[in-house]
């Protein structure tokens, strides 16, 4: 390959850092060796690979671009404009979306803009409630979308699937002027046409926030938002594998006139995100969301997602076959929520887990009665390791540790715990067989490069 003056200022930077900084370095390779020793099941994580994580580090961070390609408030950026065009054609083709907006820097960004782009303070919105699976930008007192806006909100049912009655009863009675949709600890699918039935029939726009499902949805194996919504919105680092950012995706309803008579729906979400809400964008993240679509179009992805399905549900099957209660009794999608044994709690169980490098989240389950920071269940997802290529043999290997762990931990008077350390040892030991065996994508390589590398 032709040498490249990209390639040659990234890995003279990682050079200069280790010998400029070493204090800083030494940090950033720890981070870097705990993410390719442990195993990571918890839901929210996804994992980059090495060329996404290039296109994060490369010198287009230095463009400064207000505004949108072809009407920006800067000169010089005339490949930023084409990267942001290539970014957003990607989502389109990924998503079948006929707007997107690729500038968002995070979701909960992405949702404050669909909602700024349409409600006035002190107007009425719906969603789900934080205790059972919604987020924090969905009207939760904590947050800027609880703060403005009336928020009200709707749960799940006994056996965890979405109250689609109680919506309804909701929306009748409030008259919301959006609905928000999509969960971070739902293992069911969503019935989005259902919601946009129950939107139709009182006059509110739906929002469905899929970033916990966003791959799923790509690869077609759970029904996509794009038409039955109004407003789509996702993360790009979780189920995409992409860089830390959002993503605003419409469908049948961009062109449509919004209430000011004026403007199209798609025309205010794109005032909203700039000049509204946010300055200039992170162009190095577009880069970067470019590329992570552009590995989501690849047919290679459509298996990645399979795994991560069938990986799922042979991890709710092996907790299930020892014993564990699987809330809902089992997953439609990536995400595994159980119920933790006798005496633990779900805080007590993610730490026990995470001294053997495993790491889940404790997570509220249906009619829980203790709070968030405690909790009865712990939630599993199975994004990361089937990036690295585990398949539902390992899952059966990864729920055998769990049980191991979650049988012998010691809880100690003080509030601490322990495990007896030969279970210990042989928990870790097993993870890192597991880890060394199914690498992450950025270290298929050998890190000796950087050994040869720094003179
Ligand atoms: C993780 C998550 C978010 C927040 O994403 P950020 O990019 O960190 O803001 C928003 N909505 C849902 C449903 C999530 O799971």
Do not use: W
Request: net charge neutral; charged share 25%; aromatic share 4%.
């Amino acid at each position: 390959m032709k040498e490249s003056a990209l390639g040659r200022c990234l890995s003279e930077g990682v050079d200069k850092l280790r010998r400029d900084d070493p204090l800083l370095f030494d940090l950033l390779e720890s981070e870097h060796r705990r993410q390719t020793e442990s195993l990571s099941l918890v839901a929210s994580s996804g994992g980059t690979d090495a060329s996404v994580l290039a296109v994060t580090g490369s010198s287009i961070v230095n463009v400064t671009a207000e505004g949108y390609p072809g009407r920006r408030y800067h000169a010089g950026c005339r490949h930023v404009d084409q990267v942001e065009e290539l970014a957003i054609e990607r989502a389109k083709q990924v998503f079948g979306a006929r707007y997107v907006n690729v500038q968002p820097h995070c979701a909960s960004f992405a949702n404050h803009s669909v909602m700024q782009s349409l409600l006035r303070p002190g107007e009425t919105i719906l969603g789900m409630s934080l205790d059972q699976g919604g987020h924090l930008t969905h009207g939760a007192e904590v947050n800027l979308s609880g703060r403005l806006f009336k928020a009200h909100t709707y749960g799940v049912d006994d056996e965890g699937v979405i109250d689609y009655r109680q919506l309804g009863d909701l929306a009748r009675a409030h008259r919301p002027r959006l609905i928000v949709c999509g969960t971070t600890s739902y293992t069911r699918l969503i019935d989005f046409d259902r919601i946009r039935a129950i939107a139709d029939d009182v006059g509110a726009y739906v929002l469905a926030d899929v970033t916990h499902i966003a791959g799923l949805v790509a690869a077609g194996l759970h029904p996509s938002p794009i038409d039955a919504a109004h407003f789509t919105t996702t993360c790009t680092f979780k189920q995409l594998y992409g860089p830390r950012g959002g993503l605003i995706m419409m469908g049948r309803d961009a062109d449509v006139l919004s209430d000011d008579g004026v403007r199209t729906l798609a025309q205010r979400v794109q005032s909203a995100v700039f000049p509204l809400l946010q300055g200039s964008p992170e162009v190095h993240t577009i880069a970067a969301k470019a590329r992570a679509l552009g590995r989501l179009l690849d047919p290679a992805f459509r298996d990645l997602a399979r795994r991560i399905r069938a990986n799922a549900d042979a991890l709710a099957r092996s907790l299930a076959g020892r014993g564990y209660e699987i809330v809902g009794g089992g997953t439609d999608n990536h995400i595994v929520l159980f119920r933790v044994p006798g005496g633990l709690t779900g805080a007590t169980a993610e730490r026990a887990l995470e001294l053997c490098d495993i790491l889940v989240n404790k997570n509220k389950i249906p009619g829980d009665t203790r709070g968030a920071t405690t909790t009865s269940g712990v939630r599993l997802g199975s994004n990361s390791v089937s990036l690295r290529g585990m398949g539902p043999a390992e899952m059966e290997r990864c729920a055998e540790l769990i049980d191991t762990v979650l049988t012998h931990v010691v809880l100690l008077p003080d509030g601490g715990l322990t495990l007896p350390d030969p279970v210990r040892e042989r928990v870790t030991a097993s993870v890192r067989e597991l880890c060394r065996a199914f690498p992450l994508p950025y270290e298929a390589e050998p890190a000796a490069s950087t050994e040869t590398r720094a003179g």
